[in-house]
């Protein structure tokens, strides 16, 4: 069974039990939330038990450690990168030195927690090298940025797109299963680019020419042109989802808002007129689809926007840093420059923080089961980075801050 990375959404591990933060956040009565106990990449999926108190709570946490009396918060960019950490709950299982001199990236987008297990990538000097748990899996030449990750049984299967203009690849275990020169990817490390859908690996890509751009899904064992509408503009994204190909552009009739496409089916995403539309995923969860993007408006505001596949809009925000949906909720952070959070909301109730916070990354939120999970980390030295967890505030002894949230996969126990 394939077990997927979670870029958006996902859970912050505590490293003691029972350490509550002295940040909190209030909710739109200005109440105290009261302390009580708790991306597909699973970061995206909203499936699980349909029951909140059946489902299982456990979460894997990905943090930025640095040494000892280091203020990373003054300069985070110093040399001293210091070193990644795996958390289940409250249990730190991994610590893994970070650094060109380790190959090993500190960023966000190039580590990822798959069934408990760190994968990193890391290319410099005409080499790209994954490892697993700071432990080196394969290398190959040239210098790709893998952009998405999925483990399958034994094998793992990347998603790598050149550090230097066009071409990509997509391959097994390091050895080249198919790549081009000239394709150029659709998404992003945090748009689950590589995915699984009824038992075959997929992604989208596109061709640039004379005669202009042709679309094609890679599934299974190779790559099929997606005809377009005639009305079609500009794609912005596309995706398999139970073997129908969906994909969204814009249209000479669309005022700049998204159309959805299906077989025959066409579905304008409702919105005022706007300049344009940029920057889209597909998010799936159970049977609920839904498209994600940036709208620019004509007067420059841009917002960022969740449609459902019949076109409304469900929610609209500035500064979302990233949708997370279930088959029955939706929740999101607003974050200012650099992350600074306004605040967030879950199902409409929104919540704002008594004190300066920051998030680091879109895989730092994630919503499941009814619950919603966010890693925050205070502005100031004396505080310790923290996971929201329903209400709850638990508190990290972590000199750095949280990168990202994972869901485990089948009862996966992590490291080692």
């Known amino acids: 069974m394939t077990v997927k990375t979670s870029i958006g959404i ?28 708790r991306s597909l990449r699973t970061k995206y ?40 950490v795996v958390y289940r709950d409250q249990k730190r ?8 001199q380790y190959r090993i990236s500190p960023d966000s987008d190039r580590n990822r927690i798959i069934g408990g297990h760190l994968y990193s990538d890391y290319s410099e000097g005409g080499t790209t090298t994954v490892k697993k748990d700071g432990e080196v899996l394969f290398s ?31 391959r097994k275990d390091g050895e080249a299963a198919f790549s081009l020169e000239s394709g150029i990817l659709l998404g992003n490390a945090y748009s689950d680019p590589l995915y699984e859908d009824g038992g075959e690996l997929c992604f989208s890509y596109y061709t640039e ?47 700049g808002n998204p159309v959805i496409f299906c077989g025959e089916r066409s579905i304008v995403c409702k919105h005022q007129p706007l300049r344009t539309t940029r920057n889209c995923r597909f998010l799936v969860s159970g049977e609920r689809v839904c498209l994600e993007g940036d709208a620019v408006e004509y007067d420059g505001t841009l917002s960022r ?19 997370c949906i279930s088959q029955e909720g939706t929740a999101y952070v607003e974050a200012g420059r650099e992350g600074w959070v306004d605040g967030f909301c879950v199902d409409g109730k929104h919540y704002s923080p008594e004190d300066s916070v920051k998030i680091y990354s879109p895989d730092c939120a994630a919503y ?44 996966d126990d992590g490291v080692p």
């Open 368 to 411: 499941r089961d009814g619950r919603f999970y966010a890693a925050f980390s205070p502005a100031g030295k004396e505080r310790s980075p923290f996971l929201w967890r329903n209400g709850r505030n638990l508190a990290y002894l972590l000199n750095g801050y949280i990168s990202g949230i994972y869901f485990p996969d089948n009862g």
């Open 209 to 255: 020419s004379k005669g202009g751009r042709k679309y094609y899904l890679y599934a299974g064992q190779g790559p099929a042109q997606i005809e377009l509408s005639d009305q079609s503009l500009n794609v912005l994204a596309m995706r398999r989802i139970a073997g129908e190909v969906y994909y969204a552009c814009t249209t000479r009739y669309s005022y």
């Open 10 to 37: 996902v859970l912050l591990a505590v490293l003691c039990l029972g350490i509550l933060c002295s940040c909190g956040f209030l909710d739109d009565d200005r109440t105290r939330m009261s302390i009580s106990p």
């Open 305 to 323: 926007c969740l449609w459902e596949s019949d076109g409304t809009l469900a929610a609209k925000g500035t500064g979302i840093v990233g949708f």
């Open 140 to 170: 190959y030449d040239g210098d790709e940025v893998v952009v998405d990750v999925v483990v399958s049984g034994e094998s793992v299967y990347t998603l790598g797109r050149s550090r230097y203009g066009e071409g990509f690849s997509f």
């Open 45 to 84: 999926a909203g499936g699980g038990a349909s029951s909140a108190e059946a489902a299982d709570t456990s979460v894997f946490v990905l943090g930025i450690e640095y040494p000892d009396g280091y203020d990373w918060r003054s300069d985070p960019d110093y040399g001293k990168v210091g070193s990644l």
């Open 93 to 100: 299982l991994l610590t893994v030195r970070a650094g060109a």
